[in-house]
């Protein structure tokens, strides 16, 4: 049995990645240039994100079920696929100047965004379980790619780690939720009877293993430890797509099995609170910028759940108003991948030969060595606090809106504590740069230099930060449509 | 014939040993086994399933599970050398350069 070609357009995106993958590690012992490399991955990313469109067209179901092409797919594969371009771009100057081989890195940052895409599209739970790992597995290797360098190494094997401990309980959710329902596809899933123990047991492994993946308290541990460790870029990479492909999933299967939606709910609540309250009180105390970045972005997987906590008590109600909290989960990783990546990529370049320069104390002084770079880590770190002007502030916006309209009071208030919280030490990175004198050495060094790629991912996610926070019509319309998740 | 119910609690207790070892152990291959301790769990759960249900996607489930382990697996090992190389250790308690 050959699958029908119109299977092949539903996984386009992915197969285009998969491809380009390979073709990067077939030409890799022939072709000397970096230039060349780094070209034929940006080919490939706009390829596979172009491809995207290609499988929207063509949208609807794919390998008996397996696979579902609809918006929500689109949406997550523009985002992943986005991300892996801006990452080509960021880790082109990052690896020439750490000497670092090149054309590995852009072969598993296809694997991992292949990865994701799968995720994002998977209508059933083993296929879900593939695109984990082949994001995850390549994510592991991405992140000990210094292999010299003992944090680098550190860092892949705590995420090693602790990513195949959370899988294992991914599975066997996945193993338990086969037996009480005899079936892993999630629409037929639906229609079982959802009471049964083996069920609910089942779906709360499955929630854990995922929690660990979107780092959420008390599963959030590995967070700083990896995003501090693993090369700049691919801590950008970690922050962006693996975490917004996982939500993707989490918010398809309550999408579509109402028994998830049931007994979620507190748990999403619950959960919500903890990753907050970690997040944030976290970063108070942190000196090292890639660890205070990690700690923000457990907060802001925080406030995602939260919409997630509005989705599920909505549906609970029996109201089909759920969208608007969808669309805000949607919008905030939007908002939240743009701005990260922004974030991390100046981290990364001012870092350094060798990621010295990491220190909050090297930031002493930016806004007059280099005032461009110190005013767009600015407006990065306004729009994660969520001011307006900013995608952040629709992002936090939309999720509040959903959160009081769900009626969790409560859970809105304890967002904006949080938010004052977050104010404290994202205000505190822009006062040491533009109140605080800089450094004698850093002084004498000169400003650090910006290539083009560099420049260019600035520009984008700078663009996309002021586009998203002025007019975000057209992503709210699109993703407010009726029929974003096809069942 | 044997029930599928001690299947499966058989397969809970391989899969609360693999978590406990993880938690308790401090040799990083002694942990990477315990993982792998946890995936045949799992994979006993599916043929257990599968058998009970009377399908044999279960079944098929179990390969696509030992293919990924094996690549996990392969990475891991990889990972735990350059481990061992740079730091001339396998315990996990020393490899503590990132923290607070």
């Known amino acids: 049995m050959f699958p029908r070609a119109i299977d092949m357009y539903r996984v386009l995106p992915e197969l285009m990645w998969c491809g380009f993958g390979v073709l990067v590690m077939f030409l890799q012992p022939f072709v000397r240039g970096r230039q060349f490399f780094t070209f034929l991955a940006l080919l490939g990313s706009l390829a596979g994100t172009g491809a995207a469109f290609a499988s929207f067209l063509h949208g609807g179901p794919g390998f008996s079920g397996l696979v579902q092409s609809d ?22 100057p ?23 895409g799968v995720l994002a599209s998977a209508q059933e739970l083993l296929t879900a379980f593939i695109g984990l790992e082949m994001s995850s597995i390549s994510s592991y290797v991405l992140a000990g790619y210094r292999r010299d ?40 899933m639906a229609l079982t009877d959802g009471t049964s123990t083996l069920l609910k047991l089942g779906l709360a492994l499955i929630l854990i293993g995922l929690g660990f993946k979107v780092a959420a308290a008390p599963f959030q541990v590995w ?46 609540w619950v959960l919500a609170v903890l990753t907050m309250f970690a997040g944030n009180l976290g970063a108070l105390v942190q000196t090292n910028m890639k660890r205070l970045l990690a700690y923000s972005s457990i907060a802001h997987a925080g406030y995602i759940l939260v919409a997630f906590a509005a989705v599920t008590s909505m ?81 936090k916006f939309y999720i509040f809106k959903a959160a009081v309209n769900s009626h969790l009071i409560s859970l809105a208030v304890l967002m904006a504590i949080n938010s004052v919280i977050g104010a404290y030490y994202y205000l505190r990175v822009i006062v040491v740069m533009y109140m605080r004198e800089p450094s004698a050495e850093a002084a004498a060094a000169g400003p650090v230099p910006f290539p083009l790629g560099v420049n260019a991912v600035l520009l984008i996610t700078f663009v996309g930060t002021i586009l998203f926070g002025v007019y975000p019509n057209p992503v709210i319309n699109f993703i407010l449509r009726p029929n974003l998740l096809a069942h | 014939m044997v029930p599928t119910n001690y299947y499966v609690i058989l397969s809970a207790i391989l899969f609360g040993l693999g ?8 040799n990083v291959i002694t942990i990477f086994m ?23 996607d279960g079944q098929v489930f179990v390969l696509f599970v030992i293919v990924v ?22 315990n996990v308690e020393r490899v503590d350069l990132l923290k607070l």
Do not use: C, H
Request: hydrophobic share 55%.
């Open chain 2, 34 to 56: 315990s993982i792998e301790l946890m995936l045949n769990a799992v994979n006993l759960a599916f043929v257990a399933f599968s058998q009970a249900l009377g399908k044999l």
């Open chain 1, 94 to 116: 990052y690896l020439d100047r750490e000497k670092l081989p090149i054309a590995e890195f852009y072969a598993l940052l296809f694997f991992a965004t292949a990865g994701m």
């Open chain 2, 69 to 90: 382990a094996a690549a996990e697996a392969a990475v891991g090992l990889g990972i735990i050398i350059l481990i061992a190389r740079n730091r001339q250790t396998l």
């Open chain 2, 19 to 26: 978590v406990f070892a993880f938690i308790f152990k401090r």
């Open chain 1, 149 to 188: 360098s003992l944090k680098s190494s550190e860092s892949a094997m705590k995420y090693f780690l602790l990513g195949s401990f959370a899988t294992a309980f991914f599975l066997y959710g996945i193993a338990l939720v086969y037996g009480a329902t005899g079936t892993t596809l999630l629409d037929k």
């Open chain 1, 71 to 92: 918006s929500f797919t689109f949406f997550f594969r523009l985002l992943v696929g986005s991300v892996s371009f801006l990452v080509v771009l960021a880790a082109g």
């Open chain 1, 223 to 268: 967070t700083p430890d990896v995003y501090e460790g693993a090369p700049t870029p691919v801590t950008a990479l970690f922050s962006a797509g693996p975490k917004a492909a996982a939500f993707a999933l989490l918010l398809r299967i309550f999408a579509t099995v109402p028994a998830a939606t049931q007994y979620w709910f507190w748990a999403f």
């Open chain 1, 315 to 395: 549906a609970q109600g029996g109201s089909s108003e759920a969208a608007p909290a969808y669309a805000a989960v949607l919008f905030y990783l939007l908002s939240y991948a743009l701005v990260k990546l922004g974030a991390f990529t100046i981290v990364s370049q001012l870092g350094g030969t060798g990621e010295k320069n990491l220190s909050l104390d090297d930031y002493a002084g930016l806004s007059q060595r280099q005032p461009f770079v110190a005013a767009m880590l600015s407006i990065y770190l306004l729009s994660l606090l969520g001011l307006p002007v900013t995608a952040g502030f629709f992002g």
